[in-house]
């Protein structure tokens, strides 16, 4: 069964390190735990229409959190590096945050 593109990228991640790499076309996203760097790059060309280059995933664990005397944590998820090929445009979601 195909997954929706839409299902496959969750969302942008906005820090400090994911802002610094847009300088070398490197685009940081949030993306579904099941979702290999196959798919990814195809949901990145399709919903943005870019040409991409090479993905780079990570799998990375959620943190313990306390509320008080509870303790808990936030849940794992996957984050995928994706790299655009030279002279591809601009993901424009990002541009103005450069």
Do not use: W
């Not at 196959?38 to 990145?44: G, H, L, S």
């Not at 870019?50 to 313990?64: D, F, H, I, M, Y």
């Amino acid at each position: 069964m195909a997954k929706n593109v839409h299902s496959i990228i969750l969302k942008p991640v906005i820090t400090e390190a994911s802002m610094a790499n847009l300088q070398m076309g490197k685009y940081t996203f949030k993306v579904a735990k099941d979702a290999n760097k196959i798919e990814i790059a195809k949901a990145v060309e399709e919903i943005f229409g870019v040409k991409v280059a090479k993905v780079n995933t990570l799998n990375c664990n959620g943190r313990s959190k306390r509320m008080g005397k509870y303790e808990g944590k936030t849940p794992d998820y996957k984050k995928a590096i994706v790299t655009l090929a030279e002279g591809s445009k601009t993901i424009e979601f990002f541009d103005g945050m450069m």
